[in-house]
């Protein structure tokens, strides 16, 4: 399906540029009509001056204001999906509801957790998986550029099962919990199109992404094993258009599907494999298996070795030891 098809059901795709390469490239918003001539906003892009000012220009060319966006829906808590959402909020003459799932709603509302809050258990934590001190320094200040976006000023909770109707469009809200807890899909069984946001790219894995729950407890929420869930309940749907969070539309799912799953196996024996001279941490781990690991990779990579270890533990294939405060994984 063409752009132009695309808006024959009224769907506008806006390309948003963002600082984030290892993303797959620009954030895609998606503007819907709705039946009364206002708009639904799938994600609002990321809060820079480039990104606003992109956002702006896409309304422009169709012929669009931002007084007519009645709903926003923010498919999952990162800031290039909920940062724009505050220049949004702010133009559309005060109508405009935000909605999102009620487990990422903490990260996009401005009575939510911050940074400062939760950073040192997450310090603390990364520690414990054998990170070391000049490491979680870059890591601190990295997170804290990444979440100073302004957030909104209110989100409403919107639940899987619940039905967002547009113009052409039936759209069923999807919970596929993996690369945050509260990522959310929205599925149009006739016209078989599914907006995915990051649950599902073409080229790229999402990351699945260390999550601590609300006093730092480690285990809240494993992203890998719940991503894997949410796959194969994916695979069932009958899609001909996947449209993602980056990069252009796409189809053929189960063949996108068939990929992650292969590439997550042969990581995972590429684990086995690291673990058969004895016991490492998550970081030894991480060091010995990505040999360009730089300081600010650290946490994208921690958290992927982590989340393949959290597979290949529910799978019994290792366990994990504490040695003093360090964590250590070994094989069974």
Not at 114 to 127: D, N
Request: hydrophobic letters at 40%; glycine letters at 10%; one cysteine or more.
């Amino acid at each position: 399906m063409t752009e132009r098809e695309l808006a024959e059901v009224g769907i506008h795709r806006i390309p948003i540029p963002i600082p984030f390469p290892q993303a797959g490239g620009p954030v895609n918003v998606y503007a819907v009509e709705e039946g009364d001539g206002r708009l639904l906003l799938v994600d609002a892009g990321y809060g820079s001056g480039e990104a606003t000012a992109a956002l702006a220009q896409g309304f422009h060319a169709r012929g669009r204001r931002f007084d007519e966006v009645s709903r926003l829906l923010v498919t999952h808590g990162h800031v290039d999906h909920y940062g724009g959402g505050r220049f949004v909020e702010e133009r559309s003459g005060g109508v405009l509801r935000a909605l999102a799932h009620p487990a990422d709603i903490p990260k996009i509302a401005e009575e939510g957790w911050h940074w400062s809050e939760v950073a040192p258990h997450y310090g603390a934590h990364l520690s414990r998986l054998g990170a070391p001190a000049q490491v979680l320094a870059v890591i601190a200040e990295e997170a804290e550029r990444a979440f100073r976006a302004e957030r909104l000023r209110a989100v409403e909770p919107v639940l899987p099962g619940e039905r967002l109707k547009a113009r052409h469009l039936d759209l069923e809200v999807l919970h596929m919990p993996g690369h945050t807890p509260g990522l959310l899909c929205l599925y149009d069984h006739r016209h078989r199109v599914l907006i995915s946001g990051d649950h599902l790219l073409e080229r790229i894995s999402p990351n699945p992404l260390i999550e601590l729950g609300p006093d730092g407890q480690d285990g809240f929420f494993r992203p890998l094993v719940a991503y894997l869930d949410s796959l194969a309940r994916t695979r069932a749907l009958e899609v001909d258009l996947v449209l993602p969070g980056h990069g252009p539309p796409f189809g053929e799912h189960r063949r996108v599907i068939d990929t992650l799953d292969l590439f997550y196996q042969r990581r995972q024996e590429r684990f086995l494999s690291c673990l058969s001279a004895g016991p490492l941490t998550p970081y030894e781990m991480a060091t010995a298996l990505f040999r360009q690991l730089r300081p600010g990779d650290v946490f994208l990579v921690l958290s992927e070795v982590v989340a393949n270890l959290e597979v290949l533990e529910a799978r019994g294939l290792v366990e994990r030891e504490l040695d003093g405060r360090l964590r250590r994984y070994r094989r069974r």
